[in-house]
């Protein structure tokens, strides 16, 4: 069980405090450990989200130099999930047409740092609206 420690961008383990790495296998990783929880409960979570319509994947960076990464997300699209393609390329960034994917995604052509604060702002934006309203 992990959490971010304080007002840095660091992982704190709950049981004793000290820093730690989040539980994520990155390319050539010599430290990677087996999570405890089998690969199982991201089934059940995968089938319960997309089953309630509530699966939205958050693509940011990968492009085409990551396939197990896209290819799981083209996967959770065809499967009813919604998407949010960023990349910097603009090649990278887009979809596949066909009708799977639908109106279900959107493609952005910018940074992933840039995307997420352009996202956060039409939350907000979406949020006001909503408060205004009777």
Request: charged residues 30%; hydrophobic residues 35%.
């Amino acid at each position: 069980s992990w959490q971010l420690g304080g007002g840095e961008n660091h992982i704190n383990c709950k049981r004793c405090g000290r820093r730690a790495r989040p539980n994520v296998l990155m390319f050539d990783d010599d430290e990677w450990e087996e999570p405890e929880e089998p690969p199982k409960a991201y089934k059940r979570w995968e089938k319960a989200a997309l089953s309630a319509g509530r699966a939205v994947v958050l693509e940011g960076g990968c492009g085409k130099r990551v396939p197990t990464v896209r290819q799981n997300t083209n996967r959770l699209a065809r499967k009813g999930a919604w998407v949010i393609r960023i990349n910097a390329s603009a090649e990278d960034a887009k979809c596949p047409k066909d009708a799977a994917f639908g109106v279900r995604t959107v493609s952005l052509h910018c940074g992933v740092l840039k995307a997420i604060r352009g996202i956060n702002e039409a939350i907000a934006r979406i949020r006001q609206g909503v408060e205004r309203e009777p």
